[in-house]
């Protein structure tokens, strides 16, 4: 078992604020399923899969970058759906609500969740709820049932009534009627994340920050400060890329997460270099926090085996 959170959620924030660079690296599909669009039951269940990310080496941080559902409409007037993706005890880590595949589609509808910041690096699901609308049928995904092909155990699951005490919960699919033995067609694709990578966002949105949001922003020029701390993130990106992980990671301690500190305290206002403008201050507080975050993710990728 890995000792690290299982899943994280980005602030919202980032994904309106923040400027990504395009990493156009292959991402890695996990398929359980074997294309077969067997049968649907649109009778308004909800279902979902379980994704286990694959571990390379040195690669154990993913960013989810492309779910696919395949969409029983096939001539139907069926309502939307809700797409979460969860945690591996079911708690949301991203929801992308209200989902309105075209009445003609017949097959894989793709939804690009790129650059929303959900990062997964344990077990996570993605959950199909269906939505009710008067005068429609609910959506459901296909369901490839086994006939001669593989079925994967344990990964398609149905939010029902037991069994066997007739309990509200999650339940493989395979113990519940009238599914049976089959596979759920949700597939996902993920992005590997590195230290790098991740690095070059926080020196983005460094550089994208307003001026004011730094100390001394009337009296000195700021874009200096900006400068200083982009340049110190080159300087661990090149450890990074040597593979001096100690060396970087003790940088960004020391040298770089201080600096983006709130100054809320007496004691971290001495090593902060943001603003302490009163005024500014919600913006600032959003700034740091958004920072602290994204630092806390860069320390997720960290390649290195957990002690
Ligand atoms: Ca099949
Ligand atoms: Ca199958």
């Given at each position: 078992m890995k000792t690290k959170v299982a899943a994280l959620a980005f602030f919202a924030l980032l994904t309106s604020t923040m400027i990504y660079s395009s990493r156009a690296s292959p991402g890695t599909w996990l398929i359980y399923d074997n294309d077969d669009r067997d049968i649907a039951h649109g009778n308004g269940d909800?279902?979902?899969?379980?994704?286990?990310?694959?571990?390379?080496?040195?690669?154990?941080?993913?960013?989810?970058?492309?779910?696919?559902?395949?969409?029983?409409?096939?001539e139907w007037d069926c309502a939307g759906f809700d797409i979460y993706v969860t945690d591996?005890?079911?708690?949301?880590?991203?929801?992308?609500?209200?989902?309105?595949?075209?009445?003609?589609?017949?097959?894989?509808?793709?939804?690009?969740?790129s650059g929303q910041g959900v990062y997964v690096d344990s077990d996570f699901y993605v959950e199909f709820h269906p939505l009710f609308e008067p005068q429609k049928l609910y959506a459901a995904p296909w369901i490839d049932e086994v006939e001669g092909d593989e079925f994967y155990y344990n990964r398609s699951y149905c939010y029902t009534y037991g069994p066997p005490d007739a309990i509200l919960d999650w339940y493989p699919i395979e113990l519940?009627?009238?599914?049976?033995?089959?596979?759920?067609?949700?597939?996902?694709e993920l992005e590997p994340e590195t230290p790098q990578s991740l690095l070059l966002d926080l020196?983005?949105?460094?550089?994208?920050a307003d001026d004011s949001w730094f100390r001394g922003y009337i009296?000195?020029?700021?874009?200096?400060?900006?400068?200083?701390?982009?340049n110190k993130m080159d300087a661990v990106i090149n450890m990074f890329e040597m593979g001096n992980f100690q060396g970087g990671y003790k940088k960004l301690d020391k040298d770089i997460t201080p600096k983006l500190n709130f100054c809320g305290t007496v004691r971290v206002r001495a090593l902060s270099w943001l603003s302490l403008d009163p005024e500014l201050e919600d913006v600032?507080?959003?700034?740091?926090?958004?920072?602290?975050?994204?630092?806390?993710?860069?320390?997720?990728?960290?390649?290195?085996p957990t002690p």
């Amino acid at each position: 078992m890995k000792t690290k959170v299982a899943a994280l959620a980005f602030f919202a924030l980032l994904t309106s604020t923040m400027i990504y660079s395009s990493r156009a690296s292959p991402g890695t599909w996990l398929i359980y399923d074997n294309d077969d669009r067997d049968i649907a039951h649109g009778n308004g269940d909800t279902l979902a899969v379980l994704f286990t990310p694959p571990t390379y080496p040195f690669v154990n941080l993913f960013e989810v970058k492309t779910i696919n559902v395949s969409i029983a409409y096939d001539e139907w007037d069926c309502a939307g759906f809700d797409i979460y993706v969860t945690d591996e005890n079911h708690n949301s880590i991203k929801a992308f609500p209200n989902q309105q595949p075209s009445s003609t589609l017949y097959g894989w509808y793709s939804m690009d969740v790129s650059g929303q910041g959900v990062y997964v690096d344990s077990d996570f699901y993605v959950e199909f709820h269906p939505l009710f609308e008067p005068q429609k049928l609910y959506a459901a995904p296909w369901i490839d049932e086994v006939e001669g092909d593989e079925f994967y155990y344990n990964r398609s699951y149905c939010y029902t009534y037991g069994p066997p005490d007739a309990i509200l919960d999650w339940y493989p699919i395979e113990l519940i009627y009238p599914y049976g033995i089959s596979d759920v067609m949700i597939r996902v694709e993920l992005e590997p994340e590195t230290p790098q990578s991740l690095l070059l966002d926080l020196r983005e949105t460094v550089l994208n920050a307003d001026d004011s949001w730094f100390r001394g922003y009337i009296v000195t020029n700021t874009k200096q400060l900006k400068n200083a701390l982009a340049n110190k993130m080159d300087a661990v990106i090149n450890m990074f890329e040597m593979g001096n992980f100690q060396g970087g990671y003790k940088k960004l301690d020391k040298d770089i997460t201080p600096k983006l500190n709130f100054c809320g305290t007496v004691r971290v206002r001495a090593l902060s270099w943001l603003s302490l403008d009163p005024e500014l201050e919600d913006v600032v507080y959003e700034f740091a926090g958004m920072c602290q975050e994204l630092i806390g993710i860069i320390k997720l990728a960290d390649p290195r085996p957990t002690p």
